[in-house]
């Protein structure tokens, strides 16, 4: 069945366009976008302007259950690596019933903060004792029966996981619950493929270099020939990662992938935070993408990527709400164009000039393309074949009431506009807007007040 809408302005093609009718086929995907329609009798008149969803490239759901817990201190010194033992607390605790309960709430306010489908980078797979389940899936089971039953897109990422660091060839006690092998990641793959849920695909991850063999990359890598899902790897986040890197292997992650020949468009870098200009261009020239996650990498103290280079480049490049510390993409892109100002004191870094002068709307349409690309489709947007996701904006919010259509989103993401997406759509089905809070507080009472 189609559903006919139509909507006094959406996003079509890199600009605002004035109105639109807009096609939805029995497969959930847009069958027509034509600018400059009345509205026919009919359609669904949509209450105000549309801008298509975005790819939460990159999440671990668990990590919610740990927001706001963290963000005090004991000792002397606090870094990624004190918050990460401190973070394995839930990670070894975290029950199936309660990482769906904690996935629905995260889900649900994901989809309040525009995004329409989540990249699921899962490594927390084994019962608490280290364990498999008797159902080896059951964690990703409780994954995707959470963006079922609140109508997100999912793209779970079972990780290779193997060993504490390069020259930890074993996982360490508080890691057992995350241990897997190239057979297991694939099965895990393939588990979720065979549910055949609607709007739920898988592709594969690698921990990270320091997390994974070297062969064992090798072999995921040529066990996915002529697989055209998406591959992610977490990157170059952190200084000390890239010297461990560089003292074993003799070279930095992103160049030793690049010297392996292992990329190509498949694979998406998650953070890439610290790189020299070769590794950059390495990156564009495979056609593989990145996953920025501005308001994690800027809660951990990772640092600053070289997101004018990224950008120049023409690398895809798409945000991640990572460990979820925030949860809408306006806030990301903020935090990725006011890290840029602050370290390099000057305004609108993100800008074409001449192009697309209009900051948000270049990060937005970069991220936009990209994350299709994170999530393994080839397109994205308000165009024909591209899955109907889509938000509507509030048009009279206080924030947006009377901006021009032209800093709309420049509005939207400087000015701090809090809820103004007032529905989510996915696969052209309006999602509901907002889970009930009682089972995460019961999740967050087991977990943290057993
Ligand atoms: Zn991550």
Not at 215 to 232: C, F, M, N
């Amino acid at each position: 069945m189609n559903t006919l809408l139509w909507a006094p302005a959406a996003w079509v093609n890199g600009a605002w366009c004035e109105q639109v009718l807009l096609r939805v086929g029995a497969d959930g995907r847009w069958a027509e976008v034509t600018p400059g329609q009345p509205c026919p009798p009919g359609a669904e008149c949509l209450p105000g302007p549309v801008l298509p969803g975005l790819v939460n490239a990159h999440s671990h759901a668990f990590q919610r259950a740990f927001v706001g817990l963290a963000e005090s201190r004991d000792s002397e010194h606090d870094d990624f690596w004190s918050w990460r033992d401190r973070m394995y607390g839930v990670a070894l605790r975290i029950t199936p019933e309660q990482l769906h309960a904690v996935a629905c709430h995260l889900y649900s306010e994901l989809l309040q903060g525009g995004y329409t489908h989540t990249c699921e980078f899962h490594y927390l797979h084994h019962a608490e004792s280290g364990q498999p389940y008797a159902s080896e899936a059951t964690m990703c089971h409780a994954l995707a029966q959470a963006a079922q039953d609140v109508g997100m897109g999912l793209t779970l990422l079972p990780v290779l996981y193997e060993r504490a660091g390069f020259a930890k060839p074993t996982l360490r006690e508080d890691q057992r619950r995350f241990a897997t092998d190239v057979g297991r990641v694939l099965r895990l793959r393939d588990a979720v493929r065979g549910w055949r849920l609607p709007h739920v695909e898988a592709g594969v991850a690698v921990h990270s270099l320091r997390a994974a063999r070297p062969e064992s990359v090798h072999a995921l890598r040529a066990a996915l020939q002529g697989d055209t899902a998406p591959i992610h790897i977490h990157v170059a986040e952190q200084t000390a990662e890239v010297d461990d890197c560089i003292a074993a292997t003799g070279a930095r992650p992103i160049a030793w992938l690049a010297r392996e020949g292992l990329f190509d468009a498949r694979w998406q870098l998650v953070h890439a935070t610290h790189t020299v200009p070769a590794e950059i261009e390495a990156v564009a020239a495979s056609g593989a993408g990145v996953v920025i996650c501005p308001g994690t990498e800027a809660n951990l103290g990772d640092g600053l990527c070289d997101l004018p280079r990224w950008l120049a480049s023409n690398t895809p490049l798409s945000l991640g709400s990572d460990s979820h510390v925030t949860r809408s993409w306006p806030e990301e892109l903020r935090w990725l164009e006011y890290g840029q100002r602050l370290v390099r004191r000057r305004r609108n870094v993100a800008a074409w000039p001449g192009v697309q002068p209009a900051t948000a709307a270049r990060l937005f349409d970069r991220v936009l393309a990209g994350g299709a690309g994170a999530a393994g489709w080839p397109r994205a947007g308000l165009a024909t074949g591209a899955r109907a996701d889509f938000v509507l904006l509030d048009s009279t919010h206080p924030t947006l009431a009377g901006v021009p259509a032209a800093q709309r989103l420049d509005a939207l993401v400087f000015g701090a506009a809090e809820r103004a997406f007032t529905a989510t759509f996915v696969a052209g089905r309006r999602t509901p807007q907002r889970a009930t809070a009682g089972p995460m507080a019961a999740a967050m009472q087991a977990l943290w007040h057993p």
